[in-house]
C-alpha cells in the first residue's frame, strides 16, 4: 500500500522520535495548514443535522465545537473524517479538498479522530489496540507481514517503537500488554487518543475526551490536550461538554445549536453571547448575559458523566 501524505509525498514518519521526547508527526513536514469548513449542511430525512455551517481552525490552534445535545458536534466530526457526505458545502486541509474521499484517504492526509464512544477489542492489549491507527502507514502489506518477511518484520518493530512513544507520551506505558477491556474508563479513552494520535495526524478530532472522567483523569487530559498542541504542533478540534475544560483550553470556539452555527469567536466572547446563553438555558430563562448565565456557569466541572450536558434542555427525540 502506498503512503501519500497531503503535500503529496511519501509518509515518512517512522524513523522520527525514536529514543526521546514525541517528535512532531511525519505529516507535519509540510506548511502548516488551517482546517477549513464551508456551508456544510447534512440531512436524515427531514431533520437538517447541520444546516450551512462554516469555520477556520488555525494551524497549531486548539478550536473547539461545544453546543446542545444533539446540535450537530458529532454529525460535523463525520463529515470531516469522510463518514458522512454532506449535502452542500465542502472541507478543506489547506487547498486540499478532503469532501467526497473516502475515511481511510482522509486518515491518510493528516485527520485523526477519537470516537465518542470506546472501540476496540476487550481483549487486545493496548499496545495492539494502538497498533491499529498505523494500518494505512503499513507499506510492506498483509502478504508480507503474514509470511514474516525480513522487511516486513522490520517496518512492524518500527511501527512498535512508535507506538510505544505515543503510550508514554500518553501515560500508557506500564498498560500496554493490558487487555483493554480490563482497563479502568479513564484509561480507555487515553488508549483512543493514543489510537488516533498512531495515525500521525496533523489534525485531531477529538469528541468528548473527558465524558465520564473524573477529576483528576479530567485534569490530565487537559494538560494532555495543550501538549499536544504545544508540544507536537497538531490542530485539535475538541468536541466537550465540560466547559471549564473548553474555556480554559480553546484559542476559539464554534457554538453549535440545533445544526446551525450560532457563534464563533475567542472563549471568553462567546461565554458572553446572548445566543449562546440561550441555546443553552433554554427560552425564557435567560435573565441577561450575566454571571449567572452561560455555558461556563451551568457546568459542574469535572465529573460530568457523558450525557451530563450543560444544556438547559433536552433535545426531543
Ligand atoms: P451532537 O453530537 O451535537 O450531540 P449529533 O451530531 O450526534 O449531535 O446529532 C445531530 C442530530 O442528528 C440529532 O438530532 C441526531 O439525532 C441526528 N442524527 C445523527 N446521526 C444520525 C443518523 N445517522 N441518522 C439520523 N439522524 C441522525
Ligand atoms: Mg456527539
Redesign the pocket.
Known sequence: MTVVTADGGPASSLGQGTGGALESPGGAGGLPEPLVVEHVS?R??A?R??DDVSLRAEPGSIHAII????????????VISGI?RPVEGRVLLGETVLTGRRPHQITAFGIGRSF?NLAGSPYEPVLENIMIGRHHLTRTGFLAAGLRLPAARREERLHRARVKEIAEFLGLTALLPVPIGMLAYGDRKRVEVARALATEPRVLLL?EPVAGMNAAETAQMAATVRQIRDGLGITVLL?EHDMSMVMSLADRVTV?DF?QRIADGDPAAVQRDPAVIRAYLGPGEQDGPGESGGPAAAEPSGDAASDA?PAGRE?A?
Open positions: 447534512v436524515f430525512g431533520l443535522a447541520l453546543g446542545p445535545n444533539g446540535a450537530g458536534k458529532s454529525t460535523l466530526f463525520n458522512y465518542q469528541d468536541v453549535l445544526g450536558s433535545v427525540p
